[in-house]
């Protein structure tokens, strides 16, 4: 009778499995939303970040979201490599936290000469959000 699956081939299948979970996953803003500005003199237009980050990892009400930009950049003249920076944009604070899911509010926004300028100054879908670490 002959082996349907011989040693090395489930040694495959097996670090097959357990090399994609081994893979780390970004985390971001996936969606904002806003207060609809009426136009009164000093209103405040408050925003809620939904991050896709919640209990499963770690997260709680009242947990603090590093906020990150991806800034890519082409160097055109000697290695016409592209170089990419993670740059700290600010934070985020959480007010409620499902499994998967989370919603904030901006805690702080990165400012002033040693902050390097971005296209949009603000939080934005696709920022990479970060468990802050004390």
Do not use: C, W
């Amino acid at each position: 009778m002959k082996k349907f699956f011989e040693l090395p081939v489930l040694f495959m299948i097996a670090l097959t499995f357990t090399a994609s979970m081994a893979i780390a996953k970004d985390y971001v803003i996936y969606s904002i939303a806003q207060d609809i500005p009426m136009g009164n003199k000093d209103e405040i237009i408050r925003k809620n970040f939904y991050v896709d980050m919640g209990k499963n990892q770690g997260v709680k009400k009242g947990s603090v979201l590093d906020v990150y930009r991806v800034v890519s950049v082409l160097d055109p003249y000697e290695s016409k490599k592209r170089f990419n920076h993670r740059v700290k944009i600010g934070e985020v604070k959480v007010l409620h936290a499902e499994d998967s899911s989370a919603i904030g509010v901006l805690n702080k926004l990165e400012e002033g000469e040693e902050t390097p300028v971005f296209e949009v100054g603000k939080l934005m879908i696709g920022d990479i959000v970060t468990v802050k670490v004390k």
